[in-house]
């Protein structure tokens, strides 16, 4: 019995998805395995945290785009490099491997071009522009008022001082009510942490464009509920209180889930 398990998005996501595969991954702990997506959606994320350290002193609003988009190679090249060895473990072939490296430099560009063109909104050099949008990254909110946490992208601060919230995503899919409950909860943890509501959440599709919503009482509500939801449900270390929920998520044309073999999900 733990009733102090901590959640995050992700396990409230499983919890949603498949009670039987929560039981799994997070009461038990069965092993995951990696795959091409996980892997490139944390070098992704590595590359746009570190974006925002380089030297902008000779970088002008003139030669910009080139610089930026020579940096985001390189530092995409670096990440990419840094995980050879869970890139290796994965057994892709190399023109697999490589169509990957250039789908995920695509998106970096066309990230790039949405932050320029944010930069050409702004007044002062590129250096003044730049540090106006540079927002916190990669931050770990943990609520013990709702014993929930969460990894926060971006939190970027407008002049006026009002706060907006993203994540990224690098899935081909751009709807953001995929991701609600998950910008719900990121809106709750800030809410708790400093007392004042975030103006607006939202989502960097970087296969595409950039998605927001305004935060009001009613999305603090939505987390709360769902997170007291998956409390209530996940207090047992019984897996008959933790029901399978076959679905096309089992199995499917790229893989399977990583519990398919220990469930049997159809049978």
């Known amino acids: 019995m733990n009733e102090k398990r901590v959640q995050s998005p992700s396990s409230i996501k499983t919890y949603k998805q498949c009670p039987r595969k929560y039981y799994y991954q ?22 746009l945290e570190h974006f925002f350290d380089i030297d902008t002193s000779v970088i002008t609003l003139e030669n910009a785009e080139a610089h930026l988009k020579l940096i985001v190679q390189h530092l ?21 491997l490589i169509h990957y490296f250039e789908d995920t430099l695509i998106m970096l560009f066309n990230w790039v071009e949405l932050f320029l063109s944010k930069i050409s909104r702004k007044q002062g050099s590129f250096a003044e522009r730049f540090k106006k949008l540079t927002p916190m990254r990669e931050l770990l909110f943990v609520s013990e008022n709702y014993h929930a946490k969460g990894i926060i992208d971006a939190i970027e601060t407008a002049e006026d001082g009002s706060v907006r919230i993203m994540d990224y995503k690098t899935s081909s899919s751009q709807d953001l009510n995929d991701h609600i409950l998950q910008l719900a909860i990121y809106s709750l943890l800030y809410y708790d942490k400093h007392g004042q509501l975030p103006k607006q959440v939202g989502i960097y599709f ?11 009482e009613k999305l603090l509500e939505l987390a709360k509920k769902e997170i007291a939801h998956v409390h209530e449900h996940t207090k047992s270390e019984d897996i008959n209180h933790y029901q399978k929920q076959p679905s096309g998520l089992c199995k499917f044309s790229t893989g399977q889930c990583d519990f398919y073999d220990t469930c049997r999900p159809f049978e």
């Open 26 to 47: 997070y009461i038990i702990k069965l092993a995951t395995t990696a795959n091409i997506h996980t892997v490139r959606g944390n070098i992704t994320h590595s590359v």
């Open 76 to 96: 995409l090249l670096k990440e990419w490099q840094n995980a050879k060895q869970e890139l290796d473990k994965l057994g892709l072939t190399k023109d697999q």
């Open 206 to 216: 970087l296969k595409g464009k950039e998605s927001i919503m305004d935060v009001d």
